[in-house]
């Protein structure tokens, strides 16, 4: 078995080698590019508990209304966008591409709502005074570490929306393959999956209690 | 490069929607969890074992890593584990002292 197994690998030296992930170039670029975006996002993390931690009167200004609920719709917004990204995924490998580009638009619809949700949330913020290095009730790096992580991650949504329109255009015409969409489907997962941790770090560790 | 028949055998909806399901109650737990006093230490635990819980969850099924060839699985984790590492390192265990040292 390990013989040729060895073989296999030896004789494709020449022909280009062996895919020793078994997926396709455009699926491993873009675990690479996850890869290196978590740590991205990571490091912003990294800087917040930091500066949290650092300073004695961090603010806790998210009420129930509108912060915790908002926060929460999105986080519904997000996860259901998920589940119609998968659904895409799945018609683009069964073939059928008008199915798959109306789970698409569901999808991007899903990311239109959670980012109007948060500009919402950021002009609320910004009404009450609080600015990337000041604000109202205490720690002047509250507000520099809210924006400077929710929108980058904002940012990542917007940049999927987009990118996923792209792929539905393409694909619906048949430029794209369904691997394409796959592709595009690991880094809409991926935008989700960074929500996971920022709505307990941002949120849920800074709610105003009564 | 994609496979079709394996993607069709791990994906039936109906697995889709559990994954959802679970996501969801989790999240739900995890803003329960926000309004309860507890311990800062207890608290952190817990919301990013959620997390985690939830990230895996994603990864699993949504990310299809379950149904991948183990040797993707193998080298992305590790660096995974490295960026929670990186998130963690400030909050715990050190960093939970100074709250406690601090004054009243």
Known sequence: MAEAH?????GSRWGGGAAPYAIGSKKLGMWLFIISDALTFSVLILAYSYVRVASPDWPAPFP?????????????????SSVTMVMAVSAAHRGNHRRAVQWLLATMAGGAGFV?????????????????FSNP??????????FGLTGMHMLHVTVGVIYLGVIAWGFGRKRFSSEDVEVSGLYWHFVDLVWMFLFPLVYLLSIKTP | MSAPSSYEQAAGSRLYLW?????????????FLGYEHLPLNLMLTLL???????????????????????????????ALVLCICLILIFFFPDSLRLHELRPQ
């Open chain 1, 64 to 80: 129930f209304y509108p912060a915790i609920v908002y926060a929460s719709v999105m986080t519904f917004f997000l996860l259901s």
């Open chain 1, 6 to 10: 060895t073989q296999a690998v030896a």
């Open chain 1, 137 to 146: 009730w205490g720690a002047p790096l509250f507000g520099g570490t809210f």
């Open chain 1, 116 to 132: 109007l949700l948060h500009l919402r949330e950021w002009l609320h913020l910004i009404h009450e005074g609080v600015r990337p």
């Open chain 2, 19 to 31: 994954v959802w399901v679970w996501l969801l109650g989790l999240t739900g737990v995890e803003i």
């Open chain 2, 48 to 78: 990013m074992g959620i997390s985690v819980i939830k990230a895996a969850l994603i990864m699993a099924y949504f990310m299809h890593l379950r149904f991948e060839r183990l040797s993707l699985f193998l080298t992305l984790v590790p």
